[in-house]
T-cell receptor, first 113, second 111 residues
Framework: ETAVFQTPNYHVTQVGNEVSFNCKQTLGHDTMYWYKQDSKKLLKIMFSYNNKQLIVNETVPRRFSPQSSDKAHLNLRIKSVEPEDSAVYLC????????????FGPGTRLTVL | GQQVQQSPASLVLQEGENAELQCNFSTSLNSMQWFYQRPEGSLVSLFYNPSGTKQSGRLTSTTVIKERRSSLHISSSQITDSGTYLCAMEQRPSGSWQLIFGSGTQLTVMP
């Protein structure tokens, strides 16, 4: 049963373009996350959004920005994509930060040409 | 250097064998989390374990903070256990929150 939805599944774009990925959770959770998984399968937290507080991983480039309309939605915008942005982007949600189980979406695979 | 180191990088087992996956961390942490990534890519949370031992079915997680290590034990492995196991170190610096992942252990269980 999928409770964290991501669109699109795949996206191919050119360097310099702007892209936006959507994430919606139907679990009533208060916390949402965006992760990046690179070609070597290394997973990195990018953002967490908990009770309207945004926590940013300091290593995330400024061209990335999260956008939230309500606690069920956390979208990811990349202003001007670069080749190293090619990766799978995973969205997740949980009841709160830390000790709560995270539920992941299926991911969006981005390819930057 | 890498703050979270997982070992082994890969492991092949015969069905029914046990597995012990290790995670060592080089700095202080709030807790250790374990995740499982299926071969097709979907991720699930396994454990949140700040210290001590937690068990869920055939999986057991043990975290020893003062020794800076956490382990995941899989007993009586099954083919469906194949996939990648990831540990992640949770830190809460100055009211913030971070999760730092290891590079994973790829487990293959053969019939």
């Amino acid at each position: 049963e999928t409770a964290v939805f991501q669109t699109p599944n795949y996206h191919v774009t050119q360097v310099g373009n702007e892209v936006s990925f959507n994430c919606k959770q139907t679990l009533g959770h208060d916390t949402m996350y965006w992760y990046k998984q690179d070609s070597k399968k290394l997973l990195k937290i990018m953002f967490s959004y908990n009770n309207k507080q945004l926590i940013v991983n300091e290593t995330v480039p400024r061209r990335f920005s999260p956008q939230s309309s309500d606690k069920a939605h956390l979208n990811l915008r990349i202003k001007s994509v670069e080749p190293e942005d090619s990766a799978v982007y995973l969205c997740a949600s949980s009841l709160g930060l830390g000790e709560y189980e995270q539920y992941f979406g299926p991911g969006t695979r981005l390819t930057v040409l | 250097g890498q703050q979270v180191q997982q070992s082994p990088a890969s492991l092949v087992l015969q069905e029914g064998e046990n597995a012990e996956l290790q995670c060592n961390f080089s700095t202080s942490l709030n807790s250790m989390q374990w995740f499982y990534q299926r071969p097709e890519g979907s991720l699930v949370s396994l454990f949140y374990n700040p210290s001590g031992t937690k068990q869920s079915g055939r999986l057991t997680s043990t975290t020893v903070i003062k020794e800076r290590r956490s382990s995941l034990h899989i007993s009586s492995s099954q083919i469906t256990d194949s996939g990648t196991y990831l540990c992640a170190m949770e830190q809460r610096p100055s009211g913030s929150w971070q999760l730092i992942f290891g590079s994973g252990t790829q487990l293959t269980v053969m019939p």
